[in-house]
T-cell receptor
């Protein structure tokens, strides 16, 4: 079945450091890919998405490129802030018989120190 | 435009009891999906409702059931609670038959269920 694998955390960085969180996927067909963020005590918020190969999703300084050849969707940010501390989930859309569902990775906790 | 709201935010139940969780979808959305997020894990798809009918189901036993109402709000019911049911339960609403694809899923803040 379809699946998502993320790098294990926690990832600890100093403010203004460069961030990469790796995500690879296994899927039949060409799913849409997503990054969601979960701040402490909150639900999930969509951070960015890409719907086809070579698409780049971007939002709030975060970027990720849909790489079909490497089945990857790595999240990057050039300069992290303390407020970026959260858990980040990579996900893909899985088309069932009549509906889509999201398949999530296990999440990567990011801690940014001042 | 109101967002997705879930109630209650927290609750504690005893093993063997039954629980009902509620979700109000975002205005204009006709699809609701439920996910279970165990501590330290990613959310797992439970099922989806579209226009009041179950429209897809994950690998969860029948004691997990749901409803969707004409106003598109939804309930998740869990019977015969087990300790492993302790988790954050997330509701997501979207427009059309997708909590994915090309439609965006909007998540509520979740209900934290603890089974003792």
């Amino acid at each position: 079945g379809n699946s998502v694998t993320q790098m294990e955390g926690p990832v600890t960085l100093s403010e203004e450091a460069f961030l990469t969180i790796n995500c690879t996927y296994t899927a039949t067909g060409y799913p849409s890919l997503f990054w969601y963020v979960q701040y402490p005590g909150e639900g999930l918020q969509l951070l960015l998405k890409a719907t086809k190969a070579d698409d780049k999703g971007s939002n709030k300084g975060f970027e990720a490129t849909y790489r079909k050849e490497t089945t990857s969707f790595h999240l990057e940010k050039g300069s992290v802030q303390v407020s970026d501390s959260a858990v980040y989930f990579c996900a893909l859309s899985d088309r069932g018989d009549s509906s889509y569902k999201l398949i999530f990775g296990s999440g990567t906790r990011l801690l940014v120190r001042p | 435009e109101t967002g997705v709201t879930q109630s209650p935010t927290h609750l504690i139940k005893t093993r063997g009891q039954q629980v009902t969780l509620r979700c109000s979808s975002q205005s204009g959305h006709n699809t609701v999906s439920w996910y279970q997020q165990a501590l330290g894990q990613g959310p797992q798809f439970i099922f989806q409702y579209y226009r009041e009918e179950e429209n897809g189901r994950g690998n969860f036993p029948p004691r997990f059931s749901g409803l969707q109402f004409p106003n598109y709000s939804s309930e998740l019911n869990v019977n015969a609670l087990e300790l492993d049911d302790s988790a954050l339960y997330l509701c997501a609403s979207s427009l059309g038959q997708g909590a994915g694809g090309n439609t965006e899923a909007f998540f509520g803040q979740g209900t934290r269920l603890t089974v003792v």
